[in-house]
């Protein structure tokens, strides 16, 4: 199989690593995922990854507290995965680095953009943890931001869901799947494939997006060797 993108950021929900206990790190989960990370290295390709802290903690939903603290402890999460991932993926024997937004030396690298092209073009899986290192952003826009940064060829945008959908495909049995959609389409549409401000990183920079469900067989590999898995978005 030959890869049709050579470098590619992978962005991943906290809730993702959580798989069916919800909250916290699965371990099964986490293997499958380095396990498929794995595969695209073998083939070639780049990867760059963020991972969300949802299934730890995410700010908007602290209620009392005072929102910059909340936000600061979602970044921590967004850490805590990041580690877990590169465990994982050192365990495959992949050669896997953190770099963090918020310096933590003891833990991490910090984020140095020529750095971590450094590590890409050698072939080091490079996570980017604590998100963009500000309260009031997420990590979509963490994951939108990094991939202009490194000049990603896509974001891998993996879901709790096979694809971008007019409804929520759970509780509307009439939702209609998207194969392809614009950026544009997706704003106007509000179909909340990831929040405006990442929305409009991409489409400024005109990034194409693959959305795809994590738990298709192989949906790694067949995204980066240009198969539409889900919902292409350009
Ligand atoms: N966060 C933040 N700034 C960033 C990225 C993340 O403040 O640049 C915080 C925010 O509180 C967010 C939490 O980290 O709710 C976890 O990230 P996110 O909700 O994007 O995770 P996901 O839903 O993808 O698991």
Redesign the pocket.
Known sequence: MEPKYKRVLLKI???ALAGEDKTGINVEMTEKVAKEIKQLRELGVEVAIVV????F????SSQDMNRET??????L??VMNSLALQDALLAEDVPARVQT?ITMREVAEPYIWRKALKELSQKDVVIFGA????????????AALRAVNIQADIILLAKNVDAVYSDDPATNPDAVKYDELTMRQVIDKDLKVMDLTAATICMENNMTIQVFGLSAENSMVRAVCGENIGTLIK
């Open positions: 929900s906290g809730e969300g802290g949802g299934n903690w995410r700010g908007r909340a936000d600061y402890i979602g970044m999460a967004t937004s998100g963009i290192g500000e309260p009031h952003f997420s990590t979509d826009t963490a």
